[in-house]
C-alpha cells in the first residue's frame, strides 16, 4: 500500500526559497579551437556559453588572419538565442552554420594545431601573469620551453563603464624566453587604449597558448588571453582573445 501526503503548494514554495540554490556561473565562456589554415595564416576559434542575467545562450566564432592579426572579412560570427529554454548547443550549431563558408574555405578543421598548455581563471595556484610551454608535445628531451609574461595598467573608465569601475585594464604581453633563448619580444602592447569590445574590462589571464607546424616549418604560436570584465549584478564576465606569435622556420 502507498501512502500519499498531500502538502500545501504555498508551503512547497516557500521551503523552495529556504533550501539552497546551486551557484550558477557568472558568464565566463569556454574556447573551443577550430584549427589553422595550411600556411598557418588563418586561424579560428569559438567561444560560448550561457548569458548571465538573460540566460539566453550564444556562441561566438572569430576567423584570424596572424600575420595582420585582423579579423577575416565576415567574421566574427554571433549566435545568441534570444529564448531562455533554447539549448546551448542550437547556438553552438547556428554558429558553426554561419561561419562555414570561412571555415570550410580554409579547411581549418583539417589542422588543429596542439593545443600545448591551458591555464583558465578556473585553475588553481597557477599565475596568472606567466605561462611556460614547450611547442610540441612528447618531446621534452629536444624541445625548448617558451615562456610569457603579461602586465597590466590601470586607464581611466569610459562610457557606461564610468558607473561601474574607477578604472580598465589594459595590457602588454612579452616573450621572454623563446625556445629556450632569453628574449624581451613585445607580442602585444595596448598603449592605454582598451577597445570596448572588451567591456568593463577589470582583469586578464595567460589562458593558454596553441602551436601549429605547417609543412614548412614555419611555426606559427597563438597565444590565449582571458579578459575578465564586471558582469551582471557585480559578477565577473569572461571573453576570449588570441595574440599571434609568429615563429618562422626551424634553425
Same mark, same amino acid.
Given at each position: 500500500?502507498?501512502i500519499r501526503?498531500?502538502?500545501?503548494?504555498s508551503?512547497?514554495?516557500?521551503?523552495?526559497?529556504m533550501?539552497p540554490?546551486?551557484a550558477?556561473?557568472?558568464?565566463?565562456?569556454?574556447?573551443s579551437?577550430?584549427?589553422?589554415?595550411?600556411?598557418g595564416?588563418?586561424?579560428?576559434?569559438?567561444?560560448?556559453?550561457?548569458?548571465?542575467?538573460?540566460?539566453? /545562450?550564444?556562441?561566438?566564432?572569430?576567423?584570424?588572419? &596572424?600575420?595582420? +592579426? @585582423?579579423?577575416?572579412?565576415?567574421?566574427?560570427? %554571433?549566435? !545568441?538565442?534570444?529564448?531562455?529554454?533554447?539549448?546551448?548547443?542550437r547556438?553552438?550549431r547556428?554558429?558553426?552554420?554561419?561561419?562555414?563558408?570561412?571555415?570550410?574555405?580554409?579547411?581549418?578543421?583539417?589542422?588543429?594545431?596542439f593545443?600545448?598548455?591551458?591555464?583558465?581563471?578556473t585553475?588553481?595556484d597557477?599565475p596568472?601573469?606567466?605561462?611556460?610551454?614547450?611547442?610540441?608535445?612528447?618531446?621534452p628531451?629536444?624541445?625548448?620551453?617558451y615562456?610569457?609574461?603579461?602586465?597590466?595598467?590601470?586607464?581611466?573608465?569610459?562610457?557606461?563603464?564610468?558607473?561601474?569601475?574607477?578604472?580598465?585594464?589594459a595590457?602588454?604581453l612579452?616573450?621572454?624566453? /623563446?625556445d629556450?633563448e632569453?628574449?624581451?619580444?613585445? &607580442?602585444?602592447? +595596448? @598603449?592605454?587604449?582598451?577597445?570596448?569590445?572588451? %567591456?568593463? !574590462?577589470?582583469?586578464?589571464?595567460i589562458?593558454?597558448?596553441?602551436?601549429?607546424?605547417?609543412?614548412?616549418?614555419?611555426?606559427?604560436?597563438?597565444?590565449?588571453?582571458q579578459?575578465?570584465?564586471?558582469g551582471?549584478?557585480?559578477?565577473?564576465?569572461?571573453?576570449?582573445?588570441?595574440?599571434?606569435?609568429p615563429?618562422?622556420p626551424?634553425?
Amino acid at each position: 500500500m502507498t501512502i500519499r501526503f498531500g502538502i500545501p503548494r504555498s508551503l512547497l514554495a516557500a521551503l523552495a526559497l529556504m533550501l539552497p540554490v546551486p551557484a550558477t556561473a557568472s558568464d565566463v565562456s569556454q574556447f573551443s579551437p577550430i584549427g589553422f589554415s595550411e600556411d598557418g595564416r588563418i586561424f579560428a576559434f569559438e567561444e560560448f556559453g550561457v548569458q548571465d542575467g538573460s540566460g539566453f /545562450a550564444y556562441s561566438s566564432i572569430f576567423v584570424i588572419d &596572424l600575420v595582420r +592579426d @585582423a579579423f577575416l572579412d565576415g567574421s566574427p560570427v %554571433r549566435a !545568441v538565442l534570444d529564448d531562455e529554454r533554447a539549448p546551448l548547443a542550437r547556438a553552438r550549431r547556428d554558429a558553426r552554420r554561419l561561419a562555414a563558408p570561412l571555415i570550410d574555405a580554409y579547411r581549418l578543421p583539417d589542422r588543429p594545431g596542439f593545443l600545448v598548455a591551458f591555464n583558465p581563471e578556473t585553475q588553481v595556484d597557477l599565475p596568472a601573469d606567466t605561462l611556460a610551454y614547450r611547442a610540441l608535445p612528447g618531446a621534452p628531451d629536444f624541445v625548448k620551453p617558451y615562456r610569457l609574461k603579461l602586465e597590466t595598467t590601470d586607464v581611466p573608465a569610459t562610457g557606461i563603464c564610468k558607473d561601474f569601475v574607477p578604472t580598465l585594464k589594459a595590457f602588454r604581453l612579452m616573450l621572454t624566453e /623563446a625556445d629556450g633563448e632569453p628574449s624581451n619580444r613585445v &607580442l602585444h602592447d +595596448d @598603449a592605454g587604449n582598451v577597445p570596448t569590445s572588451r %567591456r568593463c !574590462v577589470t582583469d586578464y589571464r595567460i589562458g593558454g597558448a596553441i602551436t601549429y607546424m605547417p609543412l614548412d616549418m614555419n611555426e606559427m604560436h597563438v597565444v590565449l588571453i582571458q579578459v575578465l570584465s564586471r558582469g551582471f549584478e557585480g559578477s565577473t564576465d569572461g571573453r576570449w582573445i588570441v595574440v599571434p606569435l609568429p615563429v618562422g622556420p626551424k634553425k
